[in-house]
């Protein structure tokens, strides 16, 4: 699974590093360069791509570190590293269980918390143990790419808007840390961060797949009929049928995709 897993970040990286939204993230790093040296937390991190979409604008020192579950991402994160050639900026990797947050933040006393594609994995309570964190702290937060539920094909098919209702179904099941909020999340966190009294930035980053990013539309495609079939809203049948009309179209170098996500930034006031 671990190779798979690398396999498909390695495939998204590019529609991430492009959708991220340019407002949010000028907003982030401003407040780092700000800061008399910038200390990072980046909750699954995977191989590191937050990093790599950030460091470059970076103009204090820098620490970033890395928190995930997996160690061979985090051990592929590591390497990739290992020789930037930057002397203000460093990179560790914490082997962690997610599941435990806020446990392995009391030591590293980050001034940013950052992740990227994944809090629409976790339930609302995981959500509140973020804010009640950063709140208590004082951490700002960014979260970066989280899916809103929305995906639109050209050109489209008959079967579109049932399988992303199922696959929207499939998001809400438990992804490992609860029942997960899937699209309800970039609208469930913005609220508990106002509840909370943070000023909150949220901008659309929405996923452009063009025709040429054949590979990981492939790879997208599968996973989506995969997960509408998984929750029995469909037939099996169906789902296979609307796999195979898209895989064609991709082929024929015909296939665009959009897909929603969000990115917040917040800030205690």
């Not at 438990?174 to 509840?195: E, Q």
């Amino acid at each position: 699974m671990t190779g798979f897993a690398a396999e498909w970040l390695r495939l998204r990286e590019p529609a991430d590093h492009a959708a991220r939204n340019g407002s949010v993230r000028d907003v982030v790093v401003d407040f780092l360069n700000q800061t008399d040296g910038a200390v990072i937390a980046d909750l699954a991190s995977g191989t590191g791509s937050t990093v790599r979409a950030l460091f470059e604008a970076i103009d204090v020192d820098q620490h970033w570190h890395l928190l995930d579950n997996d160690e061979a991402l985090l051990e592929e994160a590591s390497n990739s590293f290992a020789a930037n050639g930057r002397s203000d900026m460093s990179v560790q990797t914490h082997t962690v269980d997610l599941n435990r947050f806020p446990s392995g933040l009391t030591a590293i006393k980050p001034n940013l918390i950052t992740t990227s594609a994944f809090v629409d994995l976790v339930s609302v309570d995981w959500l509140s143990r973020l804010v009640t964190y950063a709140l208590m702290e004082r951490i700002p937060v960014y979260t970066a790419l989280t899916y809103s539920g929305s995906v639109s094909f050209s050109p489209e098919d008959p079967s579109d808007d049932r399988i992303i209702e199922a696959f929207n179904e499939h998001q809400l099941s438990d992804k490992g840390f609860g029942p997960a909020l899937g699209p309800l999340a970039a609208d469930r966190i913005t609220k508990l961060f106002k509840v909370a009294r943070f000023h909150t930035i949220e901008k659309q980053s929405d996923w452009k797949l063009t025709p040429d990013m054949v590979d990981l539309q492939k790879e997208l495609l599968k996973g989506l009929a995969q997960a509408a079939s998984e929750t029995g809203s469909i037939s099996a049948d169906e789902a296979d049928g609307w796999l195979a009309r898209r895989l064609e179209i991709v082929l024929k170098g015909q296939s665009e995709i959009t897909i929603g996500h969000k990115d917040i930034a917040a800030f205690p006031k």
